[in-house]
């Protein structure tokens, strides 16, 4: 079937649209970076090269996120192994906490990392006390806690991918090899690694993405160390504008760089793909003490990885100004939560997000939708060009598309495409949408390509047109991928922070930066409880996702 | 004599290959058609020209004289049951039968009744309720049936329908669909590549290779008088060796196998090479083993195969030419010599065709 010329008509609307919300504000950028009201410069490129600050900033980037990436592997990659090979007692139960840091929001889960290790925070406090100390006995800052932060929360990327790959492995595999006279370690190496490898490249190169993007931890934790997103964001404070780009450039030129290292990986999807066979046999721990090693481990593990969670619904309850240096706060109260609801300049920020979110979701699905079934199922020539740009702003840090939606959409210049949306209500559901398009789409477009293209050909002979077959056939299957990406934009877009700063206006503040100005006035109980407010909605929305998405 | 479902010179091209390269067919209404063909031959492609999921690049399709050929497969009111089915999974039975019926805009107690008669048909009745996932393949097979004739189309295409059962299952639904279709009387053409399933299912059989039709006939033309070796390859069992023509004799033709010479019968209608090398096709009953004796061609047998009551046996001449022959499984052991002669029994059983095959 070639495409009609409505399927046409459609995905050259779309593209356009695409190019202008995806393509355009970033060429915007480049171009602005070479330029100055007077023509065309490159003394602004000149200025970043002269400067050791935006070196050490980009090498700042780099070395973070390689060492993102390591630290990441290394807790990841044995849970999984241990989860998903070994019956260990309770694992089912831990299995699951151990994907815990994914339900904090990258912001609240810095600031459950100052409490808790800050050098007012609980751990920080109590060690203190214990050794009698009269200073802190650290100071949470600089690269070491960077990276703390970062190793607690995208160690999760290389523990579900891995976990997802090692379970969708066939039993006989492992067969095979032992009938082969493999022994275990042989079976490692050579059978099992190798089919690890699409798990692991696109582990790595998430997490490297993300690290490299991380704006939370550096801003809150970096103090004189730079990497570039807090690099730009500073510059941009400064009134440079142009240099901004410039760095902006830099930081968009170092993620191509590293896509284009990782060509080969193709970012696997979490849900594992098709299961071919059957999941070998968990392997049985036999030996009592070890089964008592392991279980104490991995509760032990377990608590360490919920302390952040429990620090901030404790902190939530304190308020405000009753908390000095003891260990453990001495007052609790629910009147943050109270004021949470009650107070409408505390509840406009979680009405903002909980809107803002929304319309951005919306319309994430609805685009993703539009251009998964034109691409799959329509056949239009573009589909390809349609994916692309879809899943574009996953290479581009949140704190370039923030930088460039501003540029594009504060001058008034329709002609050109360019209207002033900055310090409008739109500029921000704009700004998330655009920053969940890739994950929405590739969750609609893994669920459209996993629908056999017949059902579709079957509504026709049965004389349904399209619009029927859409409605009755295609969406009802399509629910949970549907869900499942509505569910990834909806969490993202409520926890977002790295946009948010550059955007957003007084009264479209979302959460985040609440939760910042919170932390400005030392109300650490209200910050504490946006906090959980955020990380209950995220589970509640993953958990709404991942039930229908499995029963569906 | 106007047929009631004609295809003319359908071409189909893929970028630059060509899946359907001139087929032309006619069916009378209530007839059944089996397009039999090796993977690759065009057949699917063609079934998916007379369902409107692809648009020919030459030649129509005339329902009733009525150009469907532009018509989308929405409009065409041609049912189809698909190789893996297609039955919507999240729909119950009723549902996914029904669903064809709300098309044309049957709705309410009639849409009931007549899903209902659907299933009754189709041996089901009571299944309305059930989940698909919870029917065997034997009955989702049975329900595509039912779906796909629940809104009376003018025409069924069935793409594979018994692939997916297991061997079993097969013979006895191939069966039961025979004549249920029969029953229902409606003009159906069926895609597949067993040859079973082509003679016992088709009134005629289609045969395709490369895009192209080779021969069309009912079943016992096909094996009786294969248009080709190739034809006479795919259907029923054969093996072929070549041999030279010496010339005509009263009866019929004299060829010579390895220096051996036979007398051969004339299969009416089917001509002759001229004198020289040809290529001869042969059941395996058209020849039996004999003790070595003069007048019969040298063999060594290389394998035995049980089929039924009787065993197959491979032989291999002095001159080279591997041939099959039908024998009681005690006739002879592997590695045995041999002689091979005409089958006195059976008359025809060899054709000779030109040395290419055509």
Same mark, same amino acid.
């Given at each position: 079937m070639r495409a009609t010329p409505r399927a046409r008509l459609l995905a050259a609307l779309l593209l356009a649209v695409l190019a202008w919300l995806v393509v355009y504000p970033i060429a915007l950028v480049l171009l602005e970076g070479l330029r100055d009201p007077s023509g065309w410069t490159l003394r602004y490129l000149r200025l970043f090269l002269e400067r050791p600050t935006e070196w050490r900033a980009l090498w700042g980037s780099l070395w973070i996120a390689v060492a993102s990436v390591v630290l990441a592997a290394l807790i990841g990659i044995p849970l999984a192994f241990l989860f998903a090979r070994y019956d260990v007692p309770g694992g089912r139960v831990l299995g699951g906490l151990v994907a815990l840091p994914a339900v904090l929001p990258p912001l609240v889960g810095v600031v459950a990392f100052l409490f808790l290790y800050g050098e007012t925070g609980f751990v920080a406090l109590l060690v203190q006390r214990l050794f009698g100390l009269t200073e802190p006995p650290w100071r949470l800052q600089g690269a070491g806690a960077i990276l703390l932060v970062h190793a607690y929360s995208m160690y999760v990327y290389f523990y579900l991918f891995v976990r997802a790959a090692l379970l969708s492995l066939d039993a006989s595999l492992y067969e095979a090899a032992a009938s082969l006279g493999a022994g275990r370690w042989r079976t490692l190496r050579r059978v099992v690694l190798p089919q690890l490898y699409p798990a692991l490249g696109g582990a790595a190169l998430l997490t490297f993405m993300t690290a490299l993007a991380s704006f939370s931890a550096p801003y809150i934790f970096g103090g004189g160390f730079r990497v570039m997103p807090t690099q730009i964001v500073a510059t941009r404070l400064n009134g440079d504008d142009r240099l901004a780009m410039v760095e902006t450039i830099s930081l968009t030129l170092l993620a191509l760089a590293a896509l284009w290292l990782f060509r080969g990986a193709a970012p696997a999807d979490l849900a594992g793909g098709g299961r071919k066979g059957t999941a070998p046999e968990r392997i049985p721990v036999r030996s009592r003490p070890l089964r008592l090693a392991i279980a104490g481990l991995g509760w032990g593990l377990a608590g360490l990885l919920l302390l952040p969670h429990l620090t901030l619904l404790l902190v939530s309850f304190v308020p405000l100004g009753t908390w000095t240096t003891e260990p453990l706060p001495p007052v609790y109260t629910l009147r943050n939560y109270v004021t949470l609801i009650q107070d409408p300049v505390r509840a406009r920020p979680?009405?903002? =997000?909980?809107?803002?979110?929304?319309? @951005?979701?919306?319309?994430?699905? @609805?685009?993703?939708?539009?251009?998964?079934?034109?691409?799959?199922?329509?056949?239009?020539?573009?589909?390809?060009l349609i994916e692309a740009l879809l899943s574009l702003p996953w290479v581009v840090p949140g704190t370039v598309f923030a930088i460039a939606l501003a540029t594009a959409f504060s001058v008034h210049a329709p002609w050109l495409g360019r209207v002033v949306l900055v310090g409008t209500l739109w500029i921000l559901p704009l700004a998330y949408l655009v920053r969940n398009l890739p994950i929405t789409s590739r969750a609609i477009l893994a669920g459209i390509r996993g629908l056999d293209p017949s059902l579709d050909e079957a509504a026709a002979t049965l004389g349904a047109g399209?619009?029927?077959?859409?409605?009755?056939?295609?969406?009802?299957?399509?629910?949970?991928?549907?869900?499942?990406?509505? !569910?990834?934009?909806?969490?993202?877009?409520?926890?977002?922070?790295?946009?948010?700063?550059?955007?957003?206006?007084?009264?479209?503040?979302?959460?985040?930066?609440?939760?910042?100005? !919170?932390?400005?006035? !030392?109300?650490?109980?209200?910050?504490?409880?946006?906090?959980?407010?955020?990380?209950?909605? =995220?589970?509640?929305?993953?958990?709404?996702?991942?039930?229908?998405?499995?029963?569906? | 004599m106007s047929a009631f479902l004609r295809l003319e010179g359908l071409v189909k091209r893929f970028d630059a290959a060509l899946a359907v390269d001139g087929i032309s067919l006619a069916l009378e209404r209530g007839e059944m058609l089996a397009l039999l063909g090796p993977s690759g031959s065009g057949k699917t492609t063609t079934l998916r020209l007379l369902a409107g999921f692809e648009t020919p690049d030459e030649g129509r399709v005339l329902v009733e004289g009525e150009d469907v050929t532009r018509v989308e497969p929405v409009s065409r009111r041609f049912g189809m049951v698909f190789q893996h089915y297609a039955l919507f999974p999240h729909l119950d039975v009723r549902a996914n039968v029904g669903f064809g019926l709300e098309s044309i805009g049957v709705r309410g107690a009639e849409r009931d009744r007549r899903v209902d008669r659907s299933l009754a048909l189709v041996d089901l009745p009571g299944f309305g309720g059930r989940r698909i996932a919870q029917l065997s393949g034997g009955q989702q097979q049975r329900v595509a049936l039912a779906r796909a004739l629940a809104p009376e189309p003018r025409v069924l295409l069935l793409d594979e329908p018994l692939s997916n059962l297991d061997p079993t299952l097969r013979e006895r639904t191939r069966r039961e669909l025979r004549e249920l279709i029969h029953r229902v009387g409606i003009t159906t053409v069926l895609v597949t590549h067993e040859q079973d399933e082509a003679f016992e299912l088709g009134d005629r059989v289609a045969v395709m290779r490369e895009g192209r039709l080779e021969q069309v006939g009912t079943p016992d033309e096909l094996y009786a008088s294969p248009a080709n070796a190739f034809v006479g390859g795919f259907v029923g069992q054969s093996s072929t060796a070549e041999v030279v023509v010496v010339g005509p004799t009263p009866r019929g033709t004299r060829i010579s196998l390895d220096g051996i010479e036979w007398d051969l019968d004339a299969v009416p209608g089917h001509p002759v090479p001229p004198p020289g090398p040809a290529l001869m096709l042969v059941r395996p009953e058209a020849l039996r083993l004999t003790p070595h004796e003069p007048g019969a061609v040298s063999a060594t047998v290389t394998e035995r195969r049980f089929v039924?009551?009787?065993?197959?046996?491979?032989?291999?001449?002095?001159?080279?030419?591997?041939?099959?022959?039908?024998?009681?499984?005690? %006739? %002879?052991?592997?590695?045995? +010599?041999?002689?091979?002669?005409?089958? +006195?029994?059976?008359?025809?059983?060899?054709?000779l065709f030109p040395p290419d095959g055509r």
């Amino acid at each position: 079937m070639r495409a009609t010329p409505r399927a046409r008509l459609l995905a050259a609307l779309l593209l356009a649209v695409l190019a202008w919300l995806v393509v355009y504000p970033i060429a915007l950028v480049l171009l602005e970076g070479l330029r100055d009201p007077s023509g065309w410069t490159l003394r602004y490129l000149r200025l970043f090269l002269e400067r050791p600050t935006e070196w050490r900033a980009l090498w700042g980037s780099l070395w973070i996120a390689v060492a993102s990436v390591v630290l990441a592997a290394l807790i990841g990659i044995p849970l999984a192994f241990l989860f998903a090979r070994y019956d260990v007692p309770g694992g089912r139960v831990l299995g699951g906490l151990v994907a815990l840091p994914a339900v904090l929001p990258p912001l609240v889960g810095v600031v459950a990392f100052l409490f808790l290790y800050g050098e007012t925070g609980f751990v920080a406090l109590l060690v203190q006390r214990l050794f009698g100390l009269t200073e802190p006995p650290w100071r949470l800052q600089g690269a070491g806690a960077i990276l703390l932060v970062h190793a607690y929360s995208m160690y999760v990327y290389f523990y579900l991918f891995v976990r997802a790959a090692l379970l969708s492995l066939d039993a006989s595999l492992y067969e095979a090899a032992a009938s082969l006279g493999a022994g275990r370690w042989r079976t490692l190496r050579r059978v099992v690694l190798p089919q690890l490898y699409p798990a692991l490249g696109g582990a790595a190169l998430l997490t490297f993405m993300t690290a490299l993007a991380s704006f939370s931890a550096p801003y809150i934790f970096g103090g004189g160390f730079r990497v570039m997103p807090t690099q730009i964001v500073a510059t941009r404070l400064n009134g440079d504008d142009r240099l901004a780009m410039v760095e902006t450039i830099s930081l968009t030129l170092l993620a191509l760089a590293a896509l284009w290292l990782f060509r080969g990986a193709a970012p696997a999807d979490l849900a594992g793909g098709g299961r071919k066979g059957t999941a070998p046999e968990r392997i049985p721990v036999r030996s009592r003490p070890l089964r008592l090693a392991i279980a104490g481990l991995g509760w032990g593990l377990a608590g360490l990885l919920l302390l952040p969670h429990l620090t901030l619904l404790l902190v939530s309850f304190v308020p405000l100004g009753t908390w000095t240096t003891e260990p453990l706060p001495p007052v609790y109260t629910l009147r943050n939560y109270v004021t949470l609801i009650q107070d409408p300049v505390r509840a406009r920020p979680l009405l903002n =997000s909980l809107w803002l979110a929304a319309v @951005a979701t919306v319309a994430a699905v @609805a685009i993703s939708l539009g251009g998964a079934i034109l691409s799959a199922r329509r056949r239009v020539r573009s589909g390809r060009l349609i994916e692309a740009l879809l899943s574009l702003p996953w290479v581009v840090p949140g704190t370039v598309f923030a930088i460039a939606l501003a540029t594009a959409f504060s001058v008034h210049a329709p002609w050109l495409g360019r209207v002033v949306l900055v310090g409008t209500l739109w500029i921000l559901p704009l700004a998330y949408l655009v920053r969940n398009l890739p994950i929405t789409s590739r969750a609609i477009l893994a669920g459209i390509r996993g629908l056999d293209p017949s059902l579709d050909e079957a509504a026709a002979t049965l004389g349904a047109g399209r619009g029927r077959t859409l409605r009755r056939i295609t969406l009802p299957l399509l629910r949970p991928a549907l869900l499942a990406g509505a !569910s990834l934009a909806f969490v993202t877009a409520l926890g977002d922070f790295v946009t948010s700063i550059m955007l957003y206006t007084y009264d479209t503040r979302p959460i985040s930066l609440e939760i910042l100005s !919170s932390l400005r006035q !030392s109300d650490v109980g209200v910050a504490a409880a946006y906090g959980v407010v955020l990380m209950v909605l =995220s589970a509640a929305v993953f958990a709404v996702g991942a039930d229908r998405g499995g029963s569906g | 004599m106007s047929a009631f479902l004609r295809l003319e010179g359908l071409v189909k091209r893929f970028d630059a290959a060509l899946a359907v390269d001139g087929i032309s067919l006619a069916l009378e209404r209530g007839e059944m058609l089996a397009l039999l063909g090796p993977s690759g031959s065009g057949k699917t492609t063609t079934l998916r020209l007379l369902a409107g999921f692809e648009t020919p690049d030459e030649g129509r399709v005339l329902v009733e004289g009525e150009d469907v050929t532009r018509v989308e497969p929405v409009s065409r009111r041609f049912g189809m049951v698909f190789q893996h089915y297609a039955l919507f999974p999240h729909l119950d039975v009723r549902a996914n039968v029904g669903f064809g019926l709300e098309s044309i805009g049957v709705r309410g107690a009639e849409r009931d009744r007549r899903v209902d008669r659907s299933l009754a048909l189709v041996d089901l009745p009571g299944f309305g309720g059930r989940r698909i996932a919870q029917l065997s393949g034997g009955q989702q097979q049975r329900v595509a049936l039912a779906r796909a004739l629940a809104p009376e189309p003018r025409v069924l295409l069935l793409d594979e329908p018994l692939s997916n059962l297991d061997p079993t299952l097969r013979e006895r639904t191939r069966r039961e669909l025979r004549e249920l279709i029969h029953r229902v009387g409606i003009t159906t053409v069926l895609v597949t590549h067993e040859q079973d399933e082509a003679f016992e299912l088709g009134d005629r059989v289609a045969v395709m290779r490369e895009g192209r039709l080779e021969q069309v006939g009912t079943p016992d033309e096909l094996y009786a008088s294969p248009a080709n070796a190739f034809v006479g390859g795919f259907v029923g069992q054969s093996s072929t060796a070549e041999v030279v023509v010496v010339g005509p004799t009263p009866r019929g033709t004299r060829i010579s196998l390895d220096g051996i010479e036979w007398d051969l019968d004339a299969v009416p209608g089917h001509p002759v090479p001229p004198p020289g090398p040809a290529l001869m096709l042969v059941r395996p009953e058209a020849l039996r083993l004999t003790p070595h004796e003069p007048g019969a061609v040298s063999a060594t047998v290389t394998e035995r195969r049980f089929v039924g009551p009787s065993a197959i046996f491979t032989v291999r001449t002095d001159g080279g030419a591997v041939l099959d022959v039908v024998a009681p499984p005690q %006739a %002879a052991p592997a590695g045995a +010599r041999v002689g091979l002669m005409l089958s +006195r029994r059976v008359g025809g059983g060899i054709h000779l065709f030109p040395p290419d095959g055509r």
